[in-house]
């Protein structure tokens, strides 16, 4: 049970590829999202698909959401780096702190939207944790913009936790005003 498990949360998603990369990193790598049909494509993409784990859970249940991020680190082991990417602090909160129950020094990825870097709600992470923003911006090309494409969201997470910095951004976030409308 010393094998490494990763926690990727909305992992089936434009994070998928990230997924994929921690799980060429990682013995196992658990993914919360509600749809078995998009767990079962992410397979599909694995090299070793007996590494990925689906918690097929709505995050907005957080007894179900606790009770089944339990029974995976029963199985797996105790979880040492989450990425997440939900916008419903309460579950990332909750998330949290069952993992710290057994994992004294662990790391999360908090991946956000733009509008987070200037307005982000508040966020309670237990001591044990090692907390990483990572912000999601836009491609500026002179006068025009875009938002990133999931390659480019994916590539830049990865960076970003390789480089593991305090906050991180993908694509630019100034100025703010030049974003995609
Ligand atoms: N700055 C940018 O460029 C930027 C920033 C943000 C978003 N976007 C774009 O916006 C699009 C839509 O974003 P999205 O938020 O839908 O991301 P997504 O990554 O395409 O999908 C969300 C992920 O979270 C899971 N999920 C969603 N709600 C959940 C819940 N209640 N409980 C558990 N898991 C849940 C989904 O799986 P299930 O549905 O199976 O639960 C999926 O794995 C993206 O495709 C991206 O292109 C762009």
Redesign the pocket.
């Known amino acids: 049970m010393n094998e490494k498990h990763a926690l990727v ?7 998928a590829k990230v997924t994929l990369w921690l799980a060429d990193n990682h013995a196992n790598v658990s993914v ?4 078995q049909k ?1 767990h079962r494509q992410l397979l599909e993409r694995a090299s070793d698909p007996a590494r990925l784990h689906n918690i097929a ?4 249940d957080l007894g179900a959401l606790e009770t089944k991020l339990k029974r995976a680190m029963d199985e797996h082991g105790p979880i040492s780096v989450v990425v997440c ?2 916008p ?1 602090y309460p579950a990332v909160e909750r998330i949290g702190r069952v993992i710290s129950e057994r994992t004294d020094n662990w790391q999360l990825y908090h991946v956000k ?2 509008r987070r870097y200037f307005d982000d709600e508040p966020l309670r992470v237990p001591a044990s944790c090692l907390y990483r923003s990572i912000y ?3 491609v500026s090309n002179g006068n025009r913009s875009r ?4 390659d480019e ?1 994916a590539a830049g997470i990865i960076e970003g936790v390789k480089n593991d910095e305090d906050r991180a951004v ?2 630019t976030i100034h100025p703010y005003e030049n974003r995609p409308r």
Do not use: E, N, Q
């Open positions: 949360v909305g992992g089936t998603g434009m994070l919360i999202g509600r749809t998009k859970v709505d995050y907005h990417w939900s419903f939207g733009s999601l911006g836009f938002w990133l494409t999931h969201i993908v694509g």
